[in-house]
């Protein structure tokens, strides 16, 4: 029913694909981090070789398997690129604690070399303490086990951060 060649040429369309979608997928992580130099090494090569894949397609119109490898190579594709963006862990994050034990929270983190901002607020029924701890994506963990440690019952919020130049702006 379908060719050795056929068969080999959807392969090869699908690597393709998984290929350029996943490194389409890790540029935009990218691009949200402003890494501009990575960013443009990874759109010259996700690029390159989309125009291989399509081409490949386009020219072999009649055979749905190269139509079925496309497509199916660009959804493995966005998986492996998601899971390689979160597997690298790159870029800064901030955890932010709410507390009532915020201070003891704040204390513990410290002497594990983490820079912490302390902030006071009011909860629903009592006072909390906000925290702000700057990190990097791969530490993030770590800030939420020790506040848990602490505090059991604190609220955690992580967020990625942007870093924004106001000279530049």
């Keep these: 029913m379908f060719s050795k060649e056929s068969i080999l040429l959807a392969l090869l369309i699908f690597v393709a ?4 979608v996943s490194l389409g997928t890790f540029r935009h992580a990218m691009i949200v981090r402003s890494k ?19 081409s490949k397609v386009l020219t072999n119109l009649t ?4 139509a079925l490898a496309y497509a199916l190579g660009f959804a493995s594709g966005t998986f492996v690129g998601i899971t390689l963006e979160s597997f690298l862990k790159i870029g800064e994050q ?3 604690v709410f507390s009532v034990k915020g201070r003891e929270v704040a204390a513990k983190l410290r002497s594990e070399g983490f820079r912490v901002t302390e902030f006071i607020g009011q909860g629903r029924d009592s006072e909390v303490v906000l925290l702000f701890v700057q990190v990097r994506r791969r530490e993030a963990k770590k800030v ?7 505090d059991k019952h604190c609220f955690l919020v992580v967020e990625d951060i942007k870093y924004v130049d106001s000279v530049n702006m």
């Design 144 to 150: 939420l086990k020790s506040a848990r440690a602490i």
């Design 36 to 54: 501009r130099a990575i960013t443009f090494f990874i759109a010259f090569f996700e690029s390159l070789v989309w125009v291989f894949a399509v």
């Design 94 to 96: 901030v955890v932010k």
């Design 17 to 20: 694909r998984v290929f350029d």
């Design 63 to 66: 055979d749905p398997l190269t």
